[in-house]
Structures are given as structure tokens and as C-alpha cells.
């Protein structure tokens, strides 16, 4: 069993920059792909990226350049580092782990509980 907790979302201004981290527990954190998501009211879970248990990344067309995925295997951590923030980007964030492999569906086995990020005009 994996827990994922979500910290780091506020309120920004257009423009600016906020980045999320997800920590989980258990011990085999380094075989798993991390995955971000993002749902905004009234409209579907999108995939935002993600990053491999190697470390390869994949990204959404809305946040290619905007947004970097990494991760701390010493710390069991994946980030979401947000730049030059737009106001569809507000959301609740979801970061998700599945085993190796990445997939831009929400096909995931776990689930942290979102963080909600705001980015006003």
C-alpha cells in the first residue's frame, strides 16, 4: 500500500510560480511512475505529466515549458514545479503513483487527496 500527500498549493497572481510536492510512504517509491492531474470545477480529470520510475517525463501541450516534473527518491518526493502561471491552470491537483510506467489516463493505483491551486487574473 502507498500513501501520497499533496502540499504546496495556494493562491498566485498570473504570472507567478508555485511548486507541489508529493511525498509517499513505503519503501519501493523508486520502482513506481509518478503522475499529476489536475480537475477543475465542473470539467474532467486531466493529465498534466509525469515521470517514470528512470526518471523520463512526459507532459500535457497546456503546460509543455511551463511546467517540470521531478523527483528525490532519497526522500520518496515527486514535485510539480509551476511557472508563469495562467488562470486555467486553476485546479485541484492530484498526484498519483503506478508501478514503472507512466500513462497520461488517470490509470493509477494510488491517490493522494489533492491540493488545490488558485491563480488569479
Known amino acids: 500500500q502507498v500513501q501520497l500527500v499533496e502540499s504546496g498549493g495556494g493562491l498566485v497572481q498570473t504570472g507567478g510560480s508555485l511548486r507541489l510536492s508529493c511525498a509517499a510512504s513505503g519503501r519501493t517509491f523508486s520502482n513506481y511512475a509518478m503522475g499529476w492531474f489536475r480537475q477543475a470545477p465542473g470539467k474532467e480529470r486531466e493529465f498534466v505529466g509525469a515521470?517514470?520510475?528512470?526518471?523520463?517525463?512526459a507532459y500535457a501541450d497546456p503546460v509543455k515549458g511551463r511546467f517540470t516534473i521531478s523527483r528525490d527518491n532519497a526522500k520518496n518526493t515527486v514535485y510539480l514545479q509551476m511557472n508563469s502561471l495562467k488562470p486555467e491552470d486553476t485546479a485541484v491537483y492530484y498526484c498519483?503513483?503506478?508501478?514503472?510506467?507512466?500513462?497520461?489516463?488517470?490509470?493509477?493505483?494510488?491517490w493522494g487527496q489533492g491540493t488545490q491551486v488558485t491563480v488569479s487574473s
Open positions: 515521470i517514470n520510475w528512470s526518471g523520463g517525463t
Open positions: 498519483a503513483g503506478r508501478h514503472r510506467y507512466y500513462r497520461s489516463s488517470p490509470d493509477y493505483d494510488y
